[in-house]
């Protein structure tokens, strides 16, 4: 069993900044740095889509919309990964959710966050 806890989420204005932090705890025996990292998002009325990924090996893959303007990071050692947000849009409104792959008898289970809102607006 894996838990993850977002924080970092708020109300920023347009052309602002935040960084996301999903810390994650678990029984031993699971490897942190052995999970795929992801970001993802829903804002109201539309599908939960993917924002960013980590991969173990830090391999990061972004969606169109936040090229550019998000960074994803891990640090292992602290079990952490993060997504850097520059130059906000209000069409980056949304609750994100923070969600690992974690490999498990040769196939992965999902475990997600509890979501942070995020909030763009003058």
């Known amino acids: 069993q894996v838990q993850l806890v977002e924080s970092g989420g708020g109300l920023v204005r347009p052309g602002g900044s935040l960084r996301l932090s999903c810390a994650a705890s678990a029984a031993s025996g699971s490897i942190f740095s052995m999970y795929v990292m992801g970001w993802y998002r829903q804002a109201p009325g539309k599908q939960r889509e993917l924002v960013a990924r980590?991969?173990?090996?830090?391999?990061?893959n972004y969606a169109d919309s936040v090229k550019g303007r998000f960074t994803m990071s891990r640090d292992n050692a602290k079990k952490t990964g993060y997504l850097q947000m520059n130059s906000l849009k209000p069409e980056d409104t949304a609750v994100y959710y923070c969600?690992?792959?974690?490999?498990?008898?040769?196939?992965?289970?999902?475990?997600w966050g509890q979501g942070t809102q995020v909030t763009v607006s003058s």
């Open positions: 969600n690992a792959q974690v490999p498990s008898g040769g196939y992965s289970v999902n475990y």
């Open positions: 980590i991969t173990s090996g830090s391999s990061t």
